[in-house]
C-alpha cells in the first residue's frame, strides 16, 4: 500500500492506494485539517498525530512526499514547510516506513505526460485514472494521490 501526503501547515492531503497487477485502487483518501490560529508546535503535533492513526491503521510500505523546491518567493514559506514535511517523515520512521520523494514536476509529468501542468489537470487525470464518480477535492487530495501513482508508475517500471 502507498501513502502519499501533501504537507500544509493548515491542510495536509493524504491519499492511500493499494497497487496490484499494475493497478492501483483507492483505499482512502481525506485531509488533515488543524487550526490556523494554533501555534507551530500544535499544529505539528496535530499533523503527526494524525498520521500515526492513519499509519497505525493501514499497512504502508512506502510514503511518498513532495521534494522541497528551492524557488519559494518567500524563503520563510520553504522553512515552514520543511517543519511539516519534518514532522510527516517522523511519523513514517515510527512505523519503519521508507519515504520517497518527487519534485512536483516529476509528479506532473507521470501523472498528465506534462510538468507544468495544472491543478485541475491533475484532479481530471486522478479522477479517470482511479475512476472515481466526481474530482477529488480539495487540490490537496488530488496532490497526494498523484504522488501515490507517480511511484506507482516508477515501480511499474522497475519492474517490466
Given at each position: ?12 492531503g493524504y491519499g ?9 485502487s483507492l483505499i ?49 514559506t520553504a522553512i ?81
Amino acid at each position: 500500500m502507498l501513502l502519499g501526503v501533501d504537507p500544509g501547515l493548515v491542510v495536509t492531503g493524504y491519499g492511500l492506494i493499494n497497487l496490484a497487477d499494475g493497478r492501483c485502487s483507492l483505499i482512502e483518501a481525506g485531509v488533515i485539517r488543524v487550526k490556523r490560529e494554533e501555534d507551530l508546535p500544535m499544529r505539528l503535533k496535530g499533523i503527526y498525530d494524525r498520521l500515526q492513526e492513519i499509519l497505525e491503521i493501514h499497512p504502508v510500505d512506502f510514503l511518498i512526499i513532495e521534494d522541497l523546491y528551492s524557488k519559494y518567493t518567500s524563503p520563510k514559506t520553504a522553512i515552514l514547510m520543511g517543519h511539516a514535511r519534518g514532522v510527516i517523515c517522523l511519523a513514517a520512521a515510527n512505523w519503519g516506513v521508507p519515504v520517497i520523494g518527487y519534485t512536483a514536476t516529476q509528479v506532473k509529468s507521470a501523472i498528465t505526460g506534462v510538468g507544468r501542468a495544472s491543478k485541475f489537470q491533475i484532479q481530471r487525470m486522478i479522477q479517470k485514472l482511479l475512476d472515481l464518480s466526481s474530482l477529488p477535492e480539495p487540490s490537496d487530495v488530488a496532490d497526494a494521490l498523484a504522488l501515490t501513482i507517480a511511484h506507482a508508475h516508477t515501480i511499474e517500471k522497475k519492474v517490466h
